[in-house]
Nanobody
Framework: VQLQASGGGLVQAGGSLRLSCAASGSIFSINALGWYRQAPGKQRELVALVTTGGSTEYADSVKGRFTISKDAAKNTMYLQMNSLKPEDTAVYYC?????????WGQGTQVTVSS
């Protein structure tokens, strides 16, 4: 499974961004898709997850502000981020879980200015 993330950038606090992650390769083997982020000096953390069945999970810090979704026809996952805060600044990674392991895309930088 190969993943290509895009959509990061610089935005003011309170603004919005939408991240995209295009998947290719062994799509049929994917059980779940997720977004993770890593801020400088911090560990990588789960932001949001969506299973093939459509169940979602969010970090408490983003609930009510971020929405994860997927378009099966386009093999693409999205993360709509609203009401962004400076503490959301991080490198965001998309990931896919298969039966054998997690697959990671390259990160995309999100910077929220105050």
């Amino acid at each position: 499974v190969q993943l290509q993330a895009s959509g990061g950038g610089l935005v003011q606090a309170g603004g919005s961004l939408r991240l995209s992650c295009a998947a290719s390769g062994s799509i049929f083997s994917i059980n779940a898709l997720g977004w993770y982020r890593q801020a400088p000096g911090k560990q990588r953390e789960l932001v949001a997850l969506v299973t093939t069945g459509g169940s979602t999970e969010y970090a408490d810090s983003v609930k009510g502000r971020f929405t994860i979704s997927k378009d099966a026809a386009k093999n693409t996952m999205y993360l709509q981020m609203n009401s962004l805060k400076p503490e959301d600044t991080a490198v965001y990674y998309c990931a896919a879980q298969t039966t054998t392991r997690w697959h990671w895309g390259q990160g995309t930088q999100v910077t929220v200015s105050s």
